[in-house]
């Protein structure tokens, strides 16, 4: 065995594919992939949909509510509410389909999609939380993605456990914060990115166990800094009582000195902590992984090509977001708690051996099911017996071979691939693959992806962001009535909503951390958060450091993988200059 390179059916592009990788398909019985590890990436989050938001009638039976639903209403699904997907009203075993050997199997997959309730919002055991998607445990909670177990927290994405917040993005177990990127156990923390530990502070970059701070970058366990130089105690809240941080034109002057200060300062070449050989970005507790990016657990190991995962994770290639509390997983994502053995799955709980499957509960032996829930050795649904499945599922496969679906580009499917992303029931720009790999409309249809182009605004606005009052103590409550236009008016490269509202409980929020109201609506806000972050690519680089007093004679030749590209302008350095300079 030895490692080959391939070419890519989608991008075209050479990869290489390992003896690692191959030790890991021999494992889970799978042939090796035709798409290079970027194109599978991309194809498994068009399938994910995390803030887009519609209004579309309830398709259950004697229900014609409208929902607020992740689904746009010209798609032809069954969308219901998920109270009623979750009851007894309809049996997801009845839709069961003989599986038919002269068809391609990813069509009768999608047949049976089409054909079965699906839920308008992935939103469970939310209270006063209607409008949080892909979350879990939500109370109080507004506009909310990718979250788990949140408290009176807005327009924030990937966040857990996090109480009073707004504007957060991939933070956790956080209190009082705003605008943060890449935050953990902060109180009180606003407009600050990667930081750990932080109280009471301001406009912070990779500090960790600081209080009181504030316009500081590199700093580790102190007090009273500010643009960091130390101040005494009296000094410092003499500084901080000059400065109003209720106005935005002051917040707005303050973010642009703050980045000048980010761009000066030390960057470590990847941010983690108790890593050991891996790579990657954004990385806490992983062991052996690769090409892993926002991860952070107890155990996650012998990993590759993952991304957004959390708690306990080992063999798990090709998956994310949402993924924990699994082993030997492979393309998939929203899977987790308890899985062993899942492939080509998204939201699969509970579940072992399960392959091509959607929205199933605590089942085991399934193949190209959707919405089942504590069932085993089913194959599109229909239920057989163990020995039934067990003589079928070689026979499918070989005929997912024999017969593979072929896409509008010519791309082969056969089995081993992940479902195509032609049949999502997203366009790309409703995903989150807009989010980490951006294209224009041009160029997402011609790679053959979808493109739906948003309304700007279904509502008329009532006034113009640039005439809210400056400071948020000027703000009356009527500003809660109305519908203001968003600072970009849908011009930016942004997906613009065009309008947004600030609900009586955000302005209550803003009131409490004391910052000025937004003049962006919630995506263009998000997407501006998203631009701050490296991409989930990895350079092989040098350090850059040329300091004297390390342990080198000129520059430093360290190398290493990082998610900093050659031209972006950070100081990027090596754990052992990075260590010389912060710690």
């Not at 050991?276 to 992983?286: A, E, K, P, Q, R």
């Amino acid at each position: 065995m030895k490692k080959e390179v391939k070419n890519c059916q989608n991008c075209k592009k050479d990869f290489t594919l390992e003896i690692e990788d191959f030790l890991f398909y021999e494992k889970i019985k799978v042939p090796p992939p035709t798409f290079c590890p970027e194109c599978r990436t991309v194809r498994r989050l068009c399938w994910r949909n995390e803030m887009s938001f519609f209004r579309r009638k309830c398709d259950a039976p004697g229900h014609d509510e409208m929902l607020i639903s992740f689904i746009h209403p010209n798609e032809k699904l069954k969308v219901v509410d998920s109270k009623y997907w979750w009851g007894d009203e309809w049996d997801p075993i009845s839709l069961g389909k003989e599986y038919d050997f002269s068809k391609p199997f990813f069509k009768q997959w999608e047949e049976l999609r089409n054909s079965s309730p699906i839920q308008c919002l992935s939103n469970i055991k939310a209270t006063n939380s209607d409008y949080c998607n892909v979350a879990e445990g939500s109370k109080d909670s507004y506009m909310c993605s990718g979250s788990w177990r949140i408290d009176r927290t807005f327009y924030s994405n990937r966040i857990s456990y996090t109480t009073d917040c707004g504007d957060l993005y991939v933070c956790y177990r956080c209190e009082l914060c705003y605008d943060c990127l890449f935050c953990t156990d902060c109180y009180r923390t606003r407009y600050s990115f990667n930081c750990k530990s932080c109280v009471d502070s301001c406009f912070l970059y990779d500090c960790h166990g600081c209080t009181n701070c504030f316009g500081c970058t590199n700093l580790r366990n102190k007090s009273y800094c500010m643009w960091n130089e130390q101040l005494s105690r009296d000094e410092y809240l003499s500084r901080l009582a000059k400065i109003n941080l209720k106005s935005y034109k002051t917040i707005l002057e303050l973010k642009k000195k703050f980045n000048e200060l980010y761009i000066k300062s030390i960057h470590r070449f990847a941010n983690y902590s108790k890593m050991v050989n891996s790579t990657g970005d954004n990385l806490d507790g992983v062991k052996n992984c690769k090409f892993c990016f926002d991860a952070s657990g107890t155990r996650i190991e012998d990993s590759k090509y993952i991304h957004w995962v959390a708690l306990y994770a080992k063999d798990v290639y090709d998956s994310g977001p949402g993924i924990g509390e699994g082993e030997m997983i492979y393309e998939a994502f929203n899977t987790g708690i308890g899985n062993f053995r899942n492939l080509f799955t998204s939201v699969v709980y509970s579940s072992n051996n399960i392959e091509y499957a959607f929205n199933c509960h605590g089942c085991d032996n399934l193949f190209g099911c959707i919405g089942l829930r504590s069932k085993k050795y089913c194959i599109l649904n229909k239920q057989y017996t163990k020995e039934e499945y067990e003589a079928l599922i070689p026979k499918i496969k070989k005929q997912m071979d024999d017969v593979p679906y072929v896409d509008k580009r010519g791309i082969v499917y056969k089995y081993g691939e992940f479902f195509p992303a032609e049949f999502s029931t997203f366009t790309y720009n409703e995903t989150v693959a807009q989010d980490y790999f951006p294209l224009t409309k041009e160029e997402a249809i011609k790679r053959g992806y979808k493109w739906r182009d948003r309304k700007i605004s279904e509502y008329v606005t009532t006034m113009k962001a640039k005439d809210i009052m400056d400071s948020l103590e000027d703000i009356p409550e009527s500003i809660t009535n109305e519908i203001i236009g968003c600072e970009h008016e849908g011009k930016c490269i942004d997906r613009c909503l065009g309008a947004y509202k600030i609900t009586k409980d955000e302005l209550s929020l803003y009131r409490q951390l004391g910052v000025p109201l937004p003049r962006l609506c919630f995506i263009c806000r998000h997407e501006e958060r998203l631009r701050k972050r490296n991409p989930m690519k990895l350079w092989h680089r040098t350090c850059m450091c040329e300091k004297k007093n390390h342990e080198h004679s000129g520059k430093c030749m360290n190398e290493f993988e990082t998610a900093y590209a050659p031209d972006r302008p950070e100081i990027v350095y090596c754990e052992k200059c990075y260590n010389k300079e912060v710690y």
